[in-house]
Structures are given as structure tokens and as C-alpha cells.
């Protein structure tokens, strides 16, 4: 039993003082992002939409990020 004690005694003092070399990750790093954005949005020729307005609003990064939906028949083609 007192072996037993010992050795778990030196095995939680080795794990204590082996956890003082541990450091994390400590750097950082920059890269530039190019975005290019293109029309990809086209309406029928006997759209609906056509003369009418269709408005989508992005006021957050959550409504990016999300399908925006605007119910028109036969107005809009949308390729993403």
C-alpha cells in the first residue's frame, strides 16, 4: 500500500512540474483576400418582376449567410 501511495505521489508530482514547459502557439499570421463579385442575377423576358421592384437586404452578416427568399412567379434566375 505505501508503494502504491509513492508512486502515485511521483506521478502527480512528474505531471506537475512536466506541465511548466507546455506552451501554447503564441503567432500570428496576415494574408491578403481578393474578392471579385460578378452579375449573376437575370430576369425572364415575360417576368413579372419586370418594371416592379425586388428588394433584398443584407443588414447583417447573419443575412448573408443565410438564403434570402422573395416569392415572385417567373421573375428572377438566380446562379450562385
Known amino acids: 500500500m505505501t508503494k502504491l501511495i509513492a ?7 512528474a505531471t ?3 506541465t511548466n514547459n507546455v506552451k ?3 503567432t500570428t499570421a496576415t494574408t491578403t483576400v481578393n474578392i471579385t463579385l460578378n ?4 430576369i425572364d423576358a415575360g417576368s413579372t418582376a419586370i418594371g ?3 428588394d433584398f437586404n443584407y443588414a447583417t452578416a447573419a443575412d ?3 438564403d434570402q427568399t422573395i416569392t415572385k412567379a ?5 446562379t450562385s
Open 7 to 13: 508512486i502515485a505521489a511521483l506521478t502527480i508530482v
Open 52 to 54: 416592379n421592384t425586388v
Open 16 to 18: 506537475i512540474l512536466g
Open 64 to 66: 448573408y449567410n443565410s
Open 74 to 78: 417567373n421573375s428572377l434566375k438566380v
Open 24 to 26: 501554447a502557439q503564441n
Open 39 to 42: 452579375d449573376v442575377i437575370s
